[in-house]
């Protein structure tokens, strides 16, 4: 077995540095479509197509900048935030849940009827469906806290 060191020849020039990787881009035309976006034209689901080809529904194009710049969704924030006054009042209060939480629903079921259109980023579908979650847990804690309440009175 030899050393490595018995070939060190140290007339010979350095070896280069390696080269820096490669920053990020992201990736090229042709490369498949993350989950969760629709057709702008009409609204079919694209996971799984490639980005810069055709609908296979409609066959318009898909343009990844209108995919990548869709707005966010205030309904699905504005759920959220009605979701989650819904249930802390449901616990301290009471009764402003009744307010609270169908404001939540509300907004919730027409931010993700928004959604499936398409026309806005699918990443605040998590925000309305907290605030569906939050919404419906308030008012069953409402309701059930006021059943307990008129049972234990009767008896």
């Given at each position: 077995?030899?050393?490595?060191?018995?070939?060190?020849?140290?007339?010979?020039?350095?070896?280069?540095?390696?080269?820096?990787?490669?920053?990020?881009?992201?990736?090229?035309?042709?490369?498949?479509?993350?989950?969760?976006?629709?057709?702008?034209?009409?609204?079919?689901?694209?996971?799984?197509?490639?980005?810069?080809?055709?609908?296979p529904e409609?066959?318009?194009?898909?343009?990844?900048?209108?995919?990548?710049?869709?707005?966010?969704?205030?309904?699905?924030?504005?759920?959220?935030?009605?979701?989650?006054?819904?249930?802390?009042?449901?616990?301290?209060?009471?009764?402003?849940?009744?307010?609270?939480?169908?404001?939540?629903?509300?907004?919730?079921?027409?931010?993700?009827a928004?959604?499936?259109?398409?026309?806005?980023?699918?990443?605040?579908?998590?925000?309305?469906?907290?605030?569906?979650?939050?919404?419906?847990?308030?008012?069953?804690?409402?309701?059930?806290?006021?059943?307990?309440?008129?049972?234990?009175?009767?008896?």
């Amino acid at each position: 077995m030899s050393n490595p060191y018995d070939e060190y020849d140290p007339t010979a020039p350095p070896e280069p540095p390696p080269p820096p990787p490669a920053p990020y881009h992201a990736p090229p035309m042709g490369g498949l479509q993350h989950a969760g976006f629709s057709c702008p034209a009409c609204g079919y689901d694209l996971t799984g197509a490639v980005i810069g080809g055709t609908c296979p529904e409609c066959g318009s194009h898909i343009n990844p900048q209108h995919l990548a710049s869709a707005p966010s969704n205030g309904m699905a924030v504005a759920s959220m935030i009605m979701g989650i006054l819904a249930l802390t009042l449901c616990i301290a209060y009471g009764l402003p849940t009744l307010v609270f939480a169908p404001l939540g629903i509300i907004f919730g079921h027409i931010a993700n009827a928004q959604l499936r259109s398409g026309r806005y980023n699918p990443s605040a579908r998590g925000f309305a469906k907290a605030g569906l979650i939050c919404s419906y847990t308030a008012l069953g804690l409402l309701i059930g806290g006021i059943g307990l309440g008129v049972l234990l009175f009767m008896l």
